[in-house]
């Protein structure tokens, strides 16, 4: 029972682009939302988060969007570029920090 | 400041034998996640650990799997007569005290059982 669902395994797009990472979660529990960023042979990197309080949170490029009746969350990236090309993964987590996570989207950003 | 560490980062093994996994989390992080990503898949809770004591481990298998976060020392995840199913990546993260906020992670050991 997957509780952090993301359904799209790849996706390319134009350098300069917009890039939009989609996810979805049925536990209606989750307050708070993750997005990490990993590349091959290492490690996840922090990305961006969200509170369940909130709707959107931005960090420069980077912009997370939360819709708790929808159970959606989305993470748009603008402008793309070549060096964002890596496996991103959501995240959740329920009154603590242990994190359920999706299976990950691939980006490619291409030149 | 040092991140997380994991050693080795790369552990070969033939069946049967025992993998020790090692993971020095961030200076003053009290919590320990260990996660499992096996090939083309995404990453998988294993367990959770506060100083000497498991917290959550009903993403660890009942058999094989243990793991601990001593008073001193790293967190060991353990995994007993191992099996080809268990070559993977396995990812330890650490976390402070304080409630949502992100976990972080290290590079990873790279377990391959021959």
């Known amino acids: 029972d997957q509780q952090v669902k993301q359904n799209s395994p790849s996706l390319s797009v134009q350098e300069g682009r917009i890039s939009i990472l989609n996810c979805d979660y049925t536990n209606s529990m989750f307050d708070y939302f993750l997005w990490y960023k990993k590349y091959p042979a290492e490690g996840p990197t922090f990305l961006i988060s969200?509170?369940?309080?909130?709707d959107k949170n931005e960090d420069g490029r980077f912009t997370v969007f939360l819709n708790k009746s929808a159970k959606h969350l989305s993470l748009h990236i603008v402008p793309s570029q070549p060096g964002d090309s890596a496996v991103y993964f959501c995240a959740a987590s329920a009154a603590g920090n242990m994190l359920t996570f999706g299976g990950g989207t691939r980006l490619m950003v291409k030149p | 400041n040092a991140g997380v560490m994991q050693n080795p980062r790369h552990l070969v093994r033939r069946r049967g034998q025992e993998a020790r996994l090692r993971c020095s989390p961030v200076?003053?992080?009290?919590?320990v996640y260990w996660y499992r990503q096996l090939p083309e898949e995404g990453l998988k809770f294993m367990v959770y650990?506060?100083?000497?004591?498991?917290?959550?481990e009903s993403g660890m298998p009942k058999e094989r799997f243990s793991a601990e976060f001593p008073k001193e020392g790293p967190s060991i995840l353990r995994i007993q007569q191992v099996v080809r199913g268990d070559s993977a990546a396995y990812f330890c993260a650490s976390s402070p005290i304080i409630e949502n906020t992100e976990a972080f992670f290290g590079q990873g050991t790279r377990l391959t059982v021959v």
């Open positions: 650990l506060q100083k000497e004591n498991i917290i959550d």
């Open positions: 969200i509170s369940s309080i909130k």
């Open positions: 200076k003053g992080h009290s919590h």
